[in-house]
């Protein structure tokens, strides 16, 4: 009879969801327990991880931007002494599949792209926040670029918006743009203004199996797992 410590589950931020899901056989060979993927976006609303957290929706592990998951720590949602930095993650632009393929190498181009582009979407986390409240007003072009932005709730990919033609030109983090069918020309932005961002693992206060989500952050921070982080567009800390 199945209970509820013979499952680990996970939630998991868009940008890592790629490397996790091709992990998920190895983590349950190691674990000896059945992975549950409960999140695979921090999403925006009442289905976000953070306000499933703080309804105490049952959770194991949980991998987010570094910053926020220093958040659930101060609020007391995941274990300070399982904090683990897993990987870094650039933010890149897609456009659909065929469509021309805009310059951004140098951040002049990337201001001329942005300023000729008729829509752009980007994403309700922290690649958005940059581009939204940052890089615009660093370019100078806030006042021209930001009344056609979309952005994208709900957790759904910026990529799959930009496939389906409903954005010229979309902005995600690499690791989340990289797996989408229906776009092409990922391309990071220039080193000058890319905005780095680390996600990181933690268990949760509420774990009903501490030992396996313990071993199950160590793996995904050892070299083993290096591969298929690196394979989904991240650069692995491999920290342990």
């Given at each position: 009879m199945n209970t509820m410590t013979d499952d680990i589950r996970v939630m998991t931020?868009?940008?890592?969801t790629a490397a996790y899901l091709e992990l998920i056989p190895r983590l349950e060979l190691l674990t000896?327990?059945?992975?549950v993927t409960a999140a695979t976006s921090i999403g925006t609303g009442e289905t976000s991880i953070p306000n499933r957290l703080r309804r105490g929706e049952p959770v194991d592990v949980?991998?987010?931007?570094?910053?926020?998951?220093?958040?659930?720590?101060?609020?007391?949602?995941?274990?300070?002494e399982s904090y683990t930095p897993l990987a870094r993650?650039?933010?890149?632009m897609a456009v659909r599949a065929g469509a021309p393929k805009p310059d951004i190498s140098t951040v002049d181009a990337l201001k001329r792209t942005?300023?000729?582009a008729k829509s752009v979407a980007y994403s309700a986390s922290v690649s958005g926040d940059y581009l939204s409240t940052e890089l615009l007003q660093r370019l100078g072009i806030a006042d021209q670029v930001?009344?056609?932005?979309?952005?994208?709730?709900?957790?759904?990919?910026?990529?799959?918006?930009?496939?389906r033609g409903e954005a010229e030109i979309g902005f995600q983090q690499l690791s989340e743009l990289?797996?989408?069918p229906g776009i092409d020309h990922v391309t990071p932005l220039p080193p000058e203004v890319q905005k780095v961002s680390v996600f990181s693992a933690g268990v949760a206060l509420s774990t009903k199996d501490s030992d396996a989500a313990h071993a199950l952050i160590r793996f995904l921070a050892s070299p083993e797992a290096a591969r298929a982080i690196t394979n989904s567009g991240l650069e692995p800390i491999g920290n342990r």
């Open positions: 931020s868009g940008a890592f000896k327990k059945k992975l949980v991998i987010v931007a570094d910053a926020v998951l220093v958040g659930f720590i101060k609020d007391g949602l995941i274990m300070a993650s650039a933010i890149g942005l300023l000729q930001l009344n056609k932005c979309r952005r994208i709730e709900g957790g759904e990919r910026v990529g799959a918006v930009v496939a990289l797996p989408v």
